[in-house]
C-alpha cells in the first residue's frame, strides 16, 4: 500500500485555489463549493486540533467558509491560498476561545467521543481518540496541518511562527508518542 | 505502526468524520449573512425606512390626540444594541434597529466633559460617532501623539453585531491627524463583567486585553490592566501582521509611537551590541510587550548557529537583558541545516517532501517510478543535526533501505537485502 502525506492539498496545487478564490471574490458560488469540497477536512481538522470540540470545530467550519465568501476579494497572498484560508480558521478558534472563556458553560471533557463515527475502523477510532487526548497543541496542530492539511514542514514553521527544527522535532515527539502508546494498548485491527 | 500509518490513519479518519456544512453556508450566504453592507447602502434603506415611520408617527399621533391612546411601541424606540467609545473618556451610545441613537450616556467624568452639551439623540450613529471623536480631540484626549480609539460594540443579534462592527470602522473619519481605531463585537457576559470588575476596567477593556494576550502578549492581565487604551493598542499593532484577518475585531489606522524608540531602532541597537551585520540575520522578530510594568522590546534573531535574544527598554532604548545560545539548540539545528547545502540563502532551510526522497531511492535501486514498489516507508530522522529520511521499500523479491539527505536529496547510504 503506498499512501503520502500529500504535499499538495488534496490532490490540490495552491494554483487552484488560488483561481477559486479569485472566482469566490466575484461571488461565484460554484467556486465556493468547489473550494469548500476541495479543503473542509483541513480546515475542520485544523479546528480540531486546535479547539478539541468536534461541535465547536463543526461552527468554526461553516463561519470560515461564510469568511472566505466575505473577504476573498482581500486575498493577495497568492500562492499561499491553503496558509490564507488556515488563518482565517485559526482567527475563528481565537473567538472560540474568547467566548469559552468568558462563557457560564463548563467545556465537556469528553470531547473524544464525539468525534468517533461508526464508519471508522478500530485502529483510526483509536489513533484519533489518542492524537485529541495525549497530545500538546503544538504536536497537534502540526501534526494535523502535516498530515491532513498537506503542509510542508517549512510552511507549518511559517504558519506557526516557529524556527523549521522545532516544527520538525514536535511532530516526531507527537507521532512517537502514538507509536508508543499504541504498542501498549493498539493492535486492533491491523 | 510507523509514522506515515499513523498520519494516514489521522487523516482517514478526519477525513470520514469532517461534517458536511455546505447547505447551511449556502444558506446564509444566499440570505446575504456573508456580506458586508456598507454603510450608505443601509443609509439609504434607514432614510425611506425613517421618512414611512415618521408618517406612520404622525397618524399614531392624530390616533392618539383623537383615541386618547397613551401607550405604543415602534421599532424606532427599541434599544437593540450599544456602541461604546473608550479614549480615556468613555461614552456609550445605544441604538435602534436603524442605527439611530436613542441615548449618548457618559461613563465617568471625561465622559461628561466630552459630551458637554452636545444633543445626539436621534442622530445617524455615524454622525454622532464623529461628533464625539471631534470633540475627544478639541478636549485634548486624542492627540497626533495618542491617536487610538478602543470601540466595543454589542447586539441583540450576532449576525448585526458583525456588520455594525464593519461599519462603525468604516464610520470612523480622520481629524486633523490620523486615528487608530479598533472595533470589536462583544458579548458582555457574567463572567467578562466579573472580570472587568476584577480589574477595576470596562467589559471592552477587558476583551481587547484578552484578545492581545491571544497575540502572544506575555504580560500579566493585571499589569495590562493599567494602561491606557493606546498603549495597549501599539502592543497589539506590534504583535499583528499586516491584514490579519481577526474575528471579532477590525481595525485601522497607525496608533503613534513617538514615545518609543520604534523597531528599527530597536533592531539597529541589538545589532550594533551583538557586533553582527545586518545582512547575516536570519529569522527577525521584534515586538512590544510589557515586562515589570515596563514597555520593552522584545527583538529575537539569529545569525549563522547562533540565537539571539534582546530586551530592550521601549523609551531609552537601554539593553535590559542580553542572551546569547548557540549549540544543541533547535535553532542551531536549522541553521547546520542550512549550511549543509550548497546555496547558503535564508531559505535553504526548506526540507524536500517524502515523494521526493522515495523518488530518488526508487530511482536509483530499480530505475522506476515510485508507485511501482511495495511496502513503502519514509520518515524524517535527525542525526547530529542533520535531517534525513530513513526509506524502505521493496521490489522484485529484495527489501531496500536508503538515506536521502532531508535537504539537498543526496544518497547517503544505501542498503539492499533478499526479501525472505
Known amino acids: 500500500m503506498i499512501v503520502f502525506c500529500t504535499t499538495t492539498f488534496f490532490g490540490t496545487d495552491d494554483k487552484t485555489l488560488d483561481e477559486l478564490i479569485f472566482k469566490v471574490a466575484n461571488k461565484d458560488t460554484s467556486a465556493l463549493e468547489e473550494l469548500y469540497r476541495l479543503t473542509k477536512s483541513g480546515i475542520y481538522g485544523f479546528a480540531l486540533s486546535m479547539l478539541k470540540s468536534p461541535s465547536d470545530a463543526e461552527d468554526v467550519l461553516h463561519d470560515t467558509y461564510l469568511s472566505i465568501w466575505a473577504s476573498a476579494y482581500m486575498y493577495a497572498s497568492e500562492g499561499k491560498s491553503m496558509a490564507w484560508l488556515i488563518t482565517i480558521a485559526k482567527n475563528h478558534c481565537f473567538k472560540v476561545f474568547r467566548n469559552r472563556k468568558w462563557s457560564e458553560e463548563e467545556l465537556s471533557e469528553n470531547t473524544a467521543d464525539e468525534a468517533l463515527d461508526f464508519s471508522l475502523s478500530a485502529d483510526e477510532k483509536w489513533v484519533l481518540e489518542e492524537y485529541l487526548t495525549t497530545l500538546n497543541d503544538d504536536e497537534r496542530q502540526i501534526i494535523m496541518l502535516h498530515a491532513v492539511a498537506g503542509f510542508k514542514y517549512r510552511e507549518i514553521a511559517d504558519l506557526l511562527n516557529m524556527p523549521l527544527s522545532t516544527v520538525l522535532s514536535k511532530h516526531h515527539r507527537g507521532l512517537k508518542k502514538l507509536k508508543e502508546n499504541y504498542k501498549k494498548e493498539g493492535t486492533l485491527d491491523e | ?420
Open chain 2, 1 to 420: 505502526m510507523n509514522n506515515r500509518e499513523i498520519e494516514a490513519k489521522i487523516k482517514n479518519a478526519v477525513e470520514k468524520t469532517t461534517p458536511d456544512v455546505w447547505e447551511r453556508v449556502q444558506h446564509d450566504i444566499s440570505h446575504g449573512k456573508g456580506e458586508l453592507i456598507t454603510m450608505s447602502d443601509k443609509r439609504k434603506k434607514g432614510k425611506a425606512l425613517g421618512f414611512i415611520s415618521s408618517i406612520a408617527a404622525a397618524l399614531v399621533l392624530v390616533s392618539m390626540a383623537i383615541f386618547g391612546i397613551t401607550n405604543y411601541s415602534r421599532a424606532d424606540l427599541k434599544v437593540v444594541g450599544s456602541v461604546y467609545l473608550e479614549v480615556n473618556p468613555q461614552i456609550e451610545l445605544s441604538i435602534n434597529t436603524y442605527d439611530v441613537v436613542l441615548e449618548a450616556t457618559p461613563k465617568n467624568e471625561d465622559g461628561k466633559k466630552v459630551l458637554g452639551r452636545m444633543e445626539l439623540k436621534d442622530t445617524q450613529l455615524d454622525v454622532a460617532l464623529n461628533a464625539i471623536l471631534g470633540s475627544m480631540v478639541k478636549n485634548g484626549y486624542l492627540t497626533s501623539q495618542a491617536n487610538s480609539v478602543l470601540i466595543s460594540v454589542e447586539h441583540q443579534s450576532s449576525e448585526k453585531a458583525k456588520q455594525l462592527n464593519v461599519d462603525v470602522l468604516k464610520a470612523v473619519k480622520n481629524n486633523d491627524f490620523q486615528l487608530a481605531t479598533v472595533v470589536q463585537t462583544v458579548n458582555n457576559t457574567e463572567k467578562l463583567k466579573a472580570q472587568a470588575k476584577n480589574l477595576n476596567i470596562t467589559s471592552g477593556k477587558a476583551e481587547f486585553i484578552q484578545l492581545i494576550k491571544e497575540k502572544g502578549v506575555k504580560a500579566s492581565e493585571e499589569e495590562l490592566s493599567k494602561l491606557s487604551v493606546h498603549e495597549l493598542n501599539v502592543i497589539f499593532q506590534s504583535h499583528i501582521k499586516n491584514n490579519e484577518i481577526i474575528e471579532g475585531a477590525d481595525y485601522k489606522g497607525t496608533a503613534t509611537q513617538n514615545k518609543y524608540i520604534g523597531i528599527q531602532k530597536a533592531k539597529e541597537i541589538a545589532l550594533k551590541d551583538a557586533k553582527v551585520n545586518q545582512k547575516d540575520v536570519r529569522d527577525f522578530d521584534a515586538d512590544l510587550d510589557l515586562e515589570k510594568g515596563k514597555m520593552v522590546y522584545e527583538v529575537e534573531f539569529e545569525v549563522g548557529n547562533t540565537e539571539y535574544d534582546y530586551e530592550l527598554d521601549a523609551v531609552s532604548g537601554k539593553i535590559l537583558f542580553s542572551h546569547k545560545e548557540g549549540s544543541k539548540s533547535d535553532t542551531e539545528v536549522s541553521s547546520k541545516l542550512s549550511n549543509s547545502t550548497s546555496t547558503s540563502s535564508a531559505k535553504a532551510d526548506a526540507i524536500i517532501a517524502p515523494e521526493d526522497a522515495l523518488k530518488k531511492a526508487v530511482l536509483h535501486a530499480t530505475g522506476l517510478a515510485s508507485s511501482k514498489v511495495a511496502d513503502v516507508d519514509v520518515e524524517l530522522d535527525e542525526e547530529r543535526g542533520i535531517y534525513h529520511y530513513d526509506v524502505d521499500f521493496k521490489h522484485g523479491g529484495y527489501e531496500y533501505e536508503y538515506e536521502i539527505n532531508a535537504v539537498s536529496g543526496e544518497i547517503i547510504k544505501s542498503d539492499k537485502d533478499r526479501d525472505d
